[in-house]
């Protein structure tokens, strides 16, 4: 994902609209509203289409105005532009903007491809899949075009749903805000994405992450204001050692490692006997516990699962003890509480029903009362209270141990602040920055080394 975007605000088509609407209100008229769309979008054609002829596809609504704005923009700067059309009638500024473009324009059945294709045929204003033909004849004129640039969002693409469908573009310039197809599911087909600052005020309840603030400790800190961890582990005690390492270095002031196998990641991470777990949730330094990797599903680590589950700790609970939980015991906790499924165990726990990723994450946070950390290449954070971020972590994560490691600094992050949303987005930000610097092939072990030098960053 563009670095650009650190931040950016993400909101429905309906919300999109109404942002609009309200922009009227204020005095813009929707002609100069989509006159500002169609500069910035051809702003960015002309970055990249370095004078090669450009072929504009405008289709029956405000997609479409757009995209005889950008025709009509690019004109004017001397481009060699030709528009094709469904052959529609068009209303309101989309009208406006037709009757300014005087070039060549012909029905998509007629066009030829050109070096440069501008998709504007659907927006955010798609109701259903695009007809066969249509689809055939954008498909075709995008495998001949050398570069692809879609405005909005690639027609095809539902605004509103996970990214599964629509023309693949190799720049989508995204208008006055990004919509979930832009960050959620097959979202490779927007290519590199771009967005376009229609100065529309919009919610920001929905952001794509941004680098956490950091404090360093300050005179007054020890280890236990620094946060003490227990990560407790189970039947496969090397993926609570990741764990626990990673909560070491992801700036937890102490880590016990509550496990049967005596072994620890390294000396500073204390072991301890996994028989006193009672005891050890009841002390009151205690500032979060993980429980989940390598747990195991047996006798003994549901009862290890339970009765973390019913102590007031801050809580971390990740794979084997997902499988253990309910929604009715999570939504009875009053402590904090994280939740870091994958989708397979997303989906076991909270079902697969309907919605994209945004808001199924969202449904989940609100039923369990938890932070729910929805992982994977477009890994979702939401809150009980509808706030949401979306990362993309680097695809190298996608080796064993890995969540083992974000589980173990999610820990220390939620040791450390007690915030359970604040400690969800730093532990993906950390993790997600650790893999890039660990650079490719890196295996989980090694992951948690580079935590520093994130940590660093973010001071
Ligand atoms: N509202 C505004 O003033 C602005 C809107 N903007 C543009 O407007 C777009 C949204 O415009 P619209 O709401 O007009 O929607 P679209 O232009 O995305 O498409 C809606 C039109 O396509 C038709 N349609 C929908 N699905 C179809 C299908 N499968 N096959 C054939 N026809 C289909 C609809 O009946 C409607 O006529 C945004 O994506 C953006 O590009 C920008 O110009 C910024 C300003
Ligand atoms: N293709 C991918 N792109 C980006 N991140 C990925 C990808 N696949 C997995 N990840 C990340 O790697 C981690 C894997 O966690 P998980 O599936 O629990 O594995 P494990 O239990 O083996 O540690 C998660 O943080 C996830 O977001
Ligand atoms: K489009």
Known sequence: ???????????????????????????????????????????????????????????????????????????????????????????????????????????????????????????????????APVRGRLATLAAAAELVVAIDVPSGSFADQDASDGVEADITVALGALKPCHVVGDTARCGHLILADLAIAVPGDTRLIARPVLHPPSRADHKYTRGLVIVIGGTMPGAARLAAGAAARGGAGYVVLASDDARVPFDAVVSRKPDAIAAMLADPKLGAVLIGPGLGRDDEART???????????????????????????????????????SGEFDRLFGTGGGNKLERTRDAARRSGAIVVHKGADTVIAAPDGQSIVAHPPAWLSTAGTGDVLAGIAAARLAASRDPMRAAIEAVWLHARAASLAGPAFVADGLAMHLPQAIAECL
């Open 304 to 342: 290890r699962s339970e009765e973390a589950a019913a102590s007031d700790c801050p809580l971390v609970i990740d794979g084997d003890a997902l499988a253990l939980a309910s929604i009715d015991q999570l939504a009875c906790r009053t402590a904090p509480t994280i939740l870091t499924p994958h």
């Open 1 to 131: 994902m563009n670095p650009a975007l650190a931040g950016a605000s993400i909101v429905t088509a309906a919300q999109m609209r109404a942002a609009e609407v309200a922009c009227f209100a204020a005095g813009v008229s929707q002609v100069a509203l989509m006159e500002r769309a169609a500069r910035a979008v051809a702003q960015q054609v002309a970055r990249f289409a370095r004078s090669r002829p450009v072929l504009v596809l405008a289709g029956p609504g405000n997609n479409g105005g757009d995209g005889f704005g950008v025709a009509w923009v690019l004109a004017e700067w001397g481009y060699d532009v030709t528009v094709a059309t469904l052959g529609q009638d068009w209303n309101g500024a989309a009208a406006v903007m037709r009757d300014r473009w005087t070039g060549p324009t012909t029905d998509l059945d007629d066009a030829t491809p050109r070096p440069v294709l501008v998709d504007g045929l659907f927006g955010i204003g798609l109701t259903r899949p695009i007809a």
